[in-house]
């Protein structure tokens, strides 16, 4: 399998794929906002190989009124420039602000925000796409509409669901193709 050949468009998680989770919590302004180690090489080297590249996050920090729309498009916009700094790249971001208990289409593991990507992008094919994420729901989601599945490994939470390959880190995984041939 070549990642880079095989594959087309990669979805990614955010918190605990990109940046650093608040345990409990929710990153509710730029200044919470930590990208884990290696994630801007790794969205360099991604940038190189997938289009496009998507983003799909549940933020129910809106639904219970923790953090706005508009608090959440600073943190992106913020994210987005950093990420453009460093020569990587995000091609759309989608969100689901829905709160869990009414488990909305949007909200992963549920194939919401993949299938207004499609609509944005028809020329998105699950069978070529990817999704990175490091919970359960994120692995689901990308099961559900029959993407390869990576794991970023935190160790923090029991896995449920087994994912196709399981790494320790967003860089790890942009470099595993090299190293797996």
Same mark, same amino acid.
């Given at each position: 399998?070549?990642?880079?050949?095989?594959?087309?468009?990669?979805?990614?998680?955010?918190?605990?794929?990109?940046?650093?989770?608040?345990?409990?919590?929710?990153?509710?302004?730029?200044?919470?906002?930590?990208?884990?180690?290696?994630?801007?090489?790794?969205?360099?080297?991604?940038? %190189?190989?997938?289009? #496009?590249? &998507?983003?799909?996050?549940?933020?129910?920090? +809106? *639904?219970?009124?923790?953090?706005?729309?508009?608090?959440?498009?600073?943190?992106?916009?913020?994210?987005?420039?950093?990420?453009?700094?460093?020569?990587?790249?995000?091609?759309?971001?989608?969100?689901?602000?829905?709160?869990?208990?009414?488990?909305?289409?949007?909200?992963?593991?549920?194939?919401?925000?993949?299938?207004?990507? %499609?609509?944005?992008? #028809?020329? &998105?094919?699950?069978?070529?796409?990817?999704? +990175? *994420?490091?919970?359960?729901?994120?692995?689901?989601?990308?099961?559900?509409?029959?993407?390869?599945?990576?794991?970023?490994?935190?160790?923090?939470?029991?896995?449920?669901?087994?994912?196709?390959?399981?790494?320790?880190?967003?860089?790890?995984?942009?470099?595993?193709?090299?190293?797996?041939?």
């Amino acid at each position: 399998m070549d990642i880079y050949k095989d594959y087309d468009t990669l979805f990614l998680d955010r918190d605990g794929t990109i940046n650093r989770r608040i345990v409990d919590g929710y990153v509710t302004s730029w200044e919470e906002f930590e990208f884990l180690p290696g994630v801007l090489e790794a969205l360099y080297r991604f940038s %190189q190989h997938f289009d #496009p590249i &998507i983003i799909v996050t549940n933020q129910q920090g +809106i *639904g219970r009124e923790i953090m706005t729309h508009e608090e959440l498009a600073l943190i992106h916009n913020k994210m987005l420039e950093k990420i453009n700094e460093n020569k990587g790249r995000i091609d759309q971001i989608y969100y689901c602000p829905q709160l869990k208990v009414f488990n909305p289409l949007c909200r992963k593991p549920n194939p919401g925000m993949a299938m207004q990507a %499609q609509e944005d992008n #028809p020329s &998105i094919d699950f069978n070529r796409s990817i999704m +990175i *994420g490091d919970t359960d729901s994120d692995i689901q989601f990308g099961k559900n509409l029959g993407m390869l599945t990576v794991r970023i490994s935190n160790n923090d939470s029991e896995v449920n669901v087994s994912a196709d390959i399981t790494v320790s880190s967003l860089l790890e995984f942009s470099k595993w193709n090299l190293e797996s041939q």
